[in-house]
């Protein structure tokens, strides 16, 4: 079975420019969140849906920030305009409730660079 | 509110050494979900166990074990005969009981195993 799957793994981009990471969750998951993991404050819980309704936003550090799920198999991250301090690894992750009792799968995760 | 304590901030043993990682958690609520996951050098979060706060059993999973003690607080894992492989940063993460899911991490132990 397929897991969680993120694009793209690696992106370098310039300060300013808008950089868009995608996710397309486990088949028949219903929950979705965005994690970042950056050194100075681990892994932190951004945004998370259910049933592709965003339920907790309140991780999201600011308005540069939006995260958007159209449908059940994807979504994505925007971070627009980009900042130095973005720089972070991006993980999207899933979960089943029902099936997986609340145990949380992870994607390889994409791991950003702003210069 | 919830908080996860991995005082190890790096491990270093030779191989074959059993090694303990500590964790312990602090949260008010009587249900909760206890987990590990892996880190290895290659950047994903591997999920390792899922332990829920009315299993106090421990669990050994080959190399692997859990040790879940609700009167401290504790969710310890220990590997027994290490191996290089084993090399990666392991961590701690505690849930909410209800619906959310959002994972609460530690800061996580590197750990690494010379041969």
């Known amino acids: 079975d397929a897991g969680v799957i993120q694009s793209p793994r690696h992106e370098v981009t310039e300060m300013g420019q808008e950089v868009t990471l995608r996710c397309k969750p486990i088949s028949g998951h219903d929950y979705l969140f965005w994690y970042r993991q950056t050194m100075m404050r681990g892994l932190e819980l951004l945004i998370y849906f259910n049933n592709n309704v965003p339920i907790d936003d309140s991780g999201m550090p600011e308005d540069r920030f939006s995260a958007k799920m159209p449908n059940a198999s994807f979504s994505t991250l925007k971070i627009q305009p980009s900042e130095p301090r973005d720089s972070a690894v991006y993980f999207c992750a899933s979960s089943d409730w029902a099936f997986s009792g609340n145990t949380i799968y992870f994607g390889e995760g994409s791991w950003l660079t702003v210069v | 509110a919830q908080k996860v304590t991995q005082a190890q901030t790096e491990i270093s043993v030779v191989e074959k050494e059993d090694v303990t990682l500590d964790c312990v958690y602090e949260?008010?609520?009587?249900?909760?979900?206890l987990f590990w996951y892996k880190q290895p050098p290659s950047g994903e979060l591997v999920f390792l166990i899922r332990r829920n706060s009315f299993d106090e059993q421990n669990e050994i999973s080959g190399r692997y074990s859990w040790n879940f003690q609700k009167s401290t607080s504790s969710f310890n894992f220990t590997i027994t005969a290490s191996q290089v492989v084993d090399s990666a940063v392991y961590f701690c993460a505690l849930s909410e009981p209800q619906g959310a899911q959002k994972l609460v991490f530690g800061q996580g132990t590197r750990l690494t195993i010379n041969p």
């Open positions: 949260t008010r609520d009587t249900t909760y979900y």
